[in-house]
Every structure is written in structure tokens, then in C-alpha cells.
């Protein structure tokens, strides 16, 4: 027989072994390349850009605030040195028509929510609409008005059209659903992370919870064949403001049969989330907790590439300070909106930077 000391060592080597095992599955395996990627500033005319894509003809185009030039989509492309405008209608019944979240449709259109702002109604309508850059045609690709808490938010659709998800959202408390050509529908999906689920058909009923997590906008790969979300389980129960500072996890949704895959944990406030054209990475920005520290003793912030198919994470940049996220069609470049304070609207300096990846 084992001593009863020996049973007590033996205990307490495993109950480190196990503790010490999920403390590093909770740090993402990551590689520093920000010294040997580098960057150019690109040539955009002095605006303050909120917004930039890559189209699919190759060139990179950069959105300017709508506020500073209402009922018009104002843009700039690379090289240019004065803004171009979207010829985009002011409806009648709208007091006031917005366009926003401008995002790349796989088709090669402009995906825009057109924000429908009627008099005397406390919910106003939004629609999903795609700018035909050839034609400046615009269509109302989804007929019913979208489900929105505040406003509707990011959006992504599937390679073939058929059909598109979104995130609806006020930031502490949201969901996803689905945009079909008929209208939005709850994404009838649970999100599993040990014994935690989220259902997130419930939360698209109830209008969002602190029942439910938080998550970020979604991307569908190229390939068609998933969704990536960072989601936050930590924020299930957890009341407002704390909600956002909670631990983000990188999870994989298969459209067709609902299966979920966690493929990255430790991440905190993950944005601009984007998967390279060629289906093979996932570029955002965000926090990781990877041990280690900045300057002022925080955890990492940065410009962060994950590697699907190996599942490694590269650190691209470690600045703090970006808007939006872009790849280059060929998948080798990112392109970045950079300004010099956390809040970019208060940025007194922008720069749109162009990242070519080692």
C-alpha cells in the first residue's frame, strides 16, 4: 500500500499538474513577428476615416464620418487627394436617411444598412441595401426591416449570397441572427464552453440579456464553411460595464449543422475581426493574455493574425491604436486605420497603414 503522505504528494503534484494545464490553455501560443513586419503609410487624403476595405478589382478605399457630410457617403481611394461621394437616396418617408458599417459583399458590391429616421417613432427601421459600384445602383437585398436594440450592427454574408448573419447589439448586451433575402431570423445555435450554454435564438427573442454573453461582429470564411465570433462566456449574469471586460474567446460556428469549435481563449475587447480572403487566417486587433506586458504594465494589445489551420497566433503590431482592419486580396497585406489616441474619434492624427506580412 501507498503511504498516506505519499497519497497526499501525489494529490497535490496532480491538482498542480491540472491547474498549472489549464492556466496555459488559457494563454494562446502566440510568436512576436512585429519587428519583421513592416509597414508603409499610405497616401489618402487628410479625413477622418472610420472605415476602410479592400475591393475585390484590388483597390483600398477609406470611409469618412457620414456626420461630416450627411445624406452622402463620403470615400477616398488610395492615391487620391480629394473625397468622392456615393450617390445614395434620401427616401421620402425618412426624416432622415443613414447609410452605415459599409462592408464588402462577396459579389463585389457595397454592403450598407440604410438607417430609415422617422418622425414621432421611437423604434426607426433598417434595412440591408448593396451599392452596385459599377452602375451606382442601389438594391434592398433583404425585404423586411432588420431586428435591431438600437441600431442593427456588423454584418457578413456566405459566399454564394443565400444568406448572411449579423450581430444586433448595444455592445453590453446582444446576439446573432440570420438575414435571409425574406428577412432576419433568430440563429436557433448554442454556444457551449464547459458547463456554460448560450442559447442564442433566446437572447433574438428577449432582445438581448445579461443572461447571455457578449459578442463580436461576425465573419464568414470565403470557404463558406464557418462563422468566427469572439465570444464571452465570462459575461454570462455579469451586470453592465463589467460585462465588457471580460474574457473573449475565439469560436468557430459550422452554418450548416450548428457545431462550435473554441479554437483561441485569453483575449480581451477583440475588434475588426476579418478572415483573409484565401480562408487560411483570421486578422483583428485586441488584447491577449499571453504573459506578456507594455510599457504601463498591461496585457498585449495589438495587431494579431491566427493562423486557422496550425491554430497559432502571430503578434503583427504591438500598437494600441486602430479603427478598422483590411486584407489585400492576395491575403498577404493588412491594412490598418491607425490614429494616436484609444478613442479615434478624438484622434487629432490618422494614418492609414499598410502591413505586409512576413
Known amino acids: 500500500m501507498i503511504p498516506k503522505k505519499r497519497w497526499m504528494i501525489i494529490l497535490l503534484v496532480l491538482l498542480c499538474a491540472q491547474t498549472a494545464c489549464s492556466l496555459a490553455a488559457s494563454l494562446p501560443t502566440y510568436e512576436d513577428i512585429s519587428k519583421d513586419a513592416e509597414y508603409t503609410v499610405l497616401h489618402f487624403p487628410a479625413a477622418h476615416f472610420e472605415d476602410i476595405l479592400w475591393r475585390n478589382d484590388g483597390a483600398l478605399i477609406a470611409f469618412q464620418r457620414e456626420e461630416e457630410r450627411p445624406l452622402r457617403q463620403p470615400y477616398a481611394l488610395m492615391g487620391d487627394d480629394a473625397l468622392r461621394y456615393l450617390d445614395l437616396p434620401q427616401e421620402r418617408e425618412c426624416l432622415v436617411t443613414h447609410y452605415?458599417?459599409?462592408?464588402?459583399?462577396?459579389?463585389?458590391?457595397?454592403?450598407?444598412?440604410?438607417w430609415c429616421v422617422k418622425?414621432?417613432?421611437?423604434?426607426?427601421?433598417?434595412?440591408?441595401?448593396?451599392?452596385?459600384?459599377?452602375?451606382?445602383?442601389?438594391?434592398?437585398?433583404?425585404?423586411?426591416?432588420?431586428?435591431?436594440?438600437?441600431?442593427?450592427?456588423?454584418?457578413?454574408?456566405?459566399?454564394?449570397?443565400?444568406?448572411?448573419?449579423?450581430?444586433?447589439?448595444?455592445?453590453?448586451?446582444?446576439?446573432?441572427?440570420?438575414?435571409?433575402?425574406?428577412?432576419?431570423?433568430?440563429?436557433?445555435?448554442?454556444?457551449?464552453?464547459?458547463?456554460?450554454?448560450?442559447?442564442?435564438?433566446?437572447?433574438?427573442?428577449?432582445?438581448?440579456?445579461?443572461?447571455?454573453?457578449?459578442?463580436?461582429?461576425?465573419?464568414w470564411s470565403p470557404k463558406g464553411d464557418k462563422i468566427a465570433v469572439f465570444v464571452s462566456f465570462d459575461a454570462m449574469g455579469v451586470e453592465w460595464i463589467p460585462r465588457l471586460d471580460k474574457q473573449e474567446v475565439l469560436v468557430l460556428i459550422d452554418p450548416k449543422t450548428g457545431k462550435t469549435e473554441t479554437v483561441l481563449r485569453g483575449m480581451h475587447s477583440a475588434q475588426s475581426m476579418r478572415w483573409s480572403p484565401d480562408g487560411t487566417k483570421i486578422g483583428f486587433t485586441g488584447y491577449a493574455e499571453t504573459g506578456a506586458k507594455d510599457y504601463q504594465g498591461n496585457e498585449q494589445y495589438g495587431l494579431w493574425v491566427f493562423d486557422v489551420t496550425s491554430q497559432s497566433l502571430a503578434l503583427i503590431s504591438k500598437d494600441k491604436y486602430f479603427e478598422d482592419l483590411a486584407w489585400s486580396p492576395d491575403s498577404k497585406r493588412i491594412a490598418v486605420i491607425w490614429c494616436n489616441r484609444l478613442d479615434c474619434s478624438e484622434s487629432e492624427k490618422r494614418e492609414i497603414r499598410e502591413y505586409k506580412l512576413p
Open 100 to 114: 452605415r458599417f459599409p462592408t464588402p459583399l462577396p459579389d463585389g458590391r457595397l454592403g450598407l444598412i440604410k
Open 119 to 219: 418622425e414621432n417613432v421611437f423604434f426607426d427601421a433598417s434595412y440591408m441595401v448593396a451599392y452596385d459600384w459599377q452602375t451606382g445602383q442601389l438594391e434592398q437585398i433583404v425585404e423586411r426591416p432588420l431586428k435591431h436594440f438600437d441600431i442593427a450592427q456588423c454584418f457578413s454574408w456566405s459566399p454564394d449570397m443565400s444568406r448572411g448573419v449579423q450581430t444586433v447589439s448595444n455592445g453590453l448586451v446582444g446576439t446573432l441572427n440570420w438575414l435571409t433575402p425574406e428577412g432576419p431570423e433568430p440563429v436557433n445555435i448554442t454556444l457551449r464552453d464547459g458547463d456554460r450554454e448560450w442559447n442564442l435564438a433566446q437572447d433574438y427573442e428577449e432582445n438581448g440579456s445579461t443572461k447571455g454573453g457578449t459578442i463580436s461582429c461576425p465573419s
